[in-house]
């Protein structure tokens, strides 16, 4: 199916299964579930593990084995319904989107099997040890660039606006091929992409929003044209070489020249966002929490640790999505084919019979053998994600290089000397600060 044809799809259901318990009130767009969801999740859990949200028009599971069952049974749930947006898709956006030229296909998350495996071959390849190891020291050098400009403004800064946005937009750039000089205008295109399909824009910003995403398309397909003409050493490159080699997908091995456009297209989206946000949210977990912070600094070897115990604990991506193929039952509760189903990471990472108390942020949790890495956060199965990899060594390095440079490190209060507040982007799905106020001792 072509990735331009987003709507809410016409088989799904938009009522609530027979006998499913119903939540009529709750929304994970509310701003008290925004602020803070954990123990909003958790107290649905412990209320009903599966239940129907009527202001979502989902099936909402809430535990860990059966989001584990979900994932490990995609003929059964399927991955089609996750990049559409949540809500109808307004018209004067789907307008935009009809545009004769805009026709990627699904090529990653949403595709089914079997092309999904078939492609995967190829996409994981980007994501392969050496490819990483390529961009490691890109990946410390930039990040110290970073940082090293972010501590000559003063002794205060929005880590947001000096590190934590420009940095893994910038890995997935140069991991892909694009050039550095066309950065500034690829975000710009990229910006609220999480609104487009996760949110609840109005119809003007839905309607600017896929604009924006007709504009990066073309930007995507007179890119790989460049490059199907001049090689280089990145991922664009190797996907091409790829096609040349097998590039007819019918034999169940190949991979299309339109499908290499769009692997391009969808990585570049999908490939810093919730990165950005994991910056920020193990700042948030560490730094009021003055004796881990301590103990990183001394020995930064734990900065792994620290990054797994943020997964699970204040997770960059809270829930995900699946759409039932056939008539099952999960968790007691029978589903009617077409079901629509919101996963509820939030609620699975701070399972108490999983995860020993499960509310308090540890960055030794793993190493005790408490399982920090237990989570959920990427997935599990077929679908599990590409760029684990590369988000989990992007954060690592970032709090290597603060807690080696700003031992001092905190975050800023309000002028009035109360914590500072924290804002989220409106979506059901990604979740970390619109800004991150820090200081350090000059």
């Given at each position: ?322 759409v039932t193929t056939q008539a099952t039952t999960l968790g007691g509760v029978d589903l009617p084919a077409g079901t629509k189903l919101m996963l509820n990471f939030a609620s699975a ?94």
């Amino acid at each position: 199916m072509s990735s331009n044809s987003y709507h809410a799809a016409p088989d799904t259901i938009a009522a609530p299964p027979p006998g499913c318990p119903m939540h009529a009130t709750w929304s994970p767009l509310a701003d008290d579930y925004l602020a803070d969801p954990y123990p909003i999740a958790a107290a649905l859990r412990d209320e009903h593990p599966v239940f129907y949200a009527e202001q979502l028009g989902h099936v909402v599971v809430t535990k860990m084995e059966d989001i584990e069952h979900v994932f490990m049974n995609p003929d059964i749930f399927a991955s089609t319904n996750v990049q559409d947006p949540i809500f109808p898709l307004a018209p004067e956006a789907g307008a935009v989107l009809s545009a004769d030229d805009f026709d990627p296909v699904a090529v990653m998350s949403n595709r089914p099997e079997p092309d999904h495996a078939r492609i995967r071959v190829f996409t994981r390849q980007g994501f392969s040890n050496r490819r990483l190891k390529a961009l490691e020291d890109y990946m410390r050098d930039r990040a110290t660039a970073l940082l090293d400009d972010m501590v000559a403004s003063g002794n205060s800064a929005d880590y947001v606006a000096a590190l934590a946005f420009p940095l893994p937009a910038e890995i997935v750039f140069r991991l892909i091929g694009f050039p550095e000089a066309d950065d500034r205008m690829i975000k710009s295109w990229c910006g609220n992409r999480k609104a487009f399909s996760w949110g609840k824009p109005t119809a003007a910003e839905q309607t600017q929003i896929a604009e924006g995403m007709l504009e990066y398309w073309r930007y995507c397909r007179d890119f790989v044209a460049q490059r199907r003409d001049e090689r280089h050493d990145d991922f664009t490159s190797e996907l091409l070489n790829a096609h040349d080699a097998d590039p007819d997908p019918a034999n169940g091995t190949g991979i299309s020249y339109r499908e290499v456009e769009s692997v391009v297209y969808g990585i570049s989206f999908a490939g810093h966002d919730p990165v950005t946000a994991l910056l920020c949210n193990t700042l948030r977990c560490l730094l009021p929490r003055r004796e881990q912070w301590e103990a990183l600094c001394a020995d930064t070897s734990l900065a792994a640790a620290a990054v797994e115990e943020t997964l699970r604990f204040e997770s960059s991506q809270i829930s995900w999505r699946r759409v039932t193929t056939q008539a099952t039952t999960l968790g007691g509760v029978d589903l009617p084919a077409g079901t629509k189903l919101m996963l509820n990471f939030a609620s699975a990472n701070h399972q108490p019979d999983l995860f020993e108390d499960p509310g308090t942020f540890d960055i030794n949790r793993g190493l005790k053998g408490g399982g920090a890495s237990r989570h959920i956060s990427f997935g599990k199965g077929i679908h599990f994600c590409l760029g684990a990899g590369l988000s989990r060594m992007e954060a690592r390095i970032a709090l290597e290089l603060l807690a080696q440079r700003l031992p001092s490190l905190r975050l800023a209060q309000n002028p009035d000397g109360s914590e500072q507040d924290f804002s989220f982007f409106p979506n059901i799905t990604f979740r970390g600060p619109d800004a991150l106020h820090l200081e350090w001792n000059e």
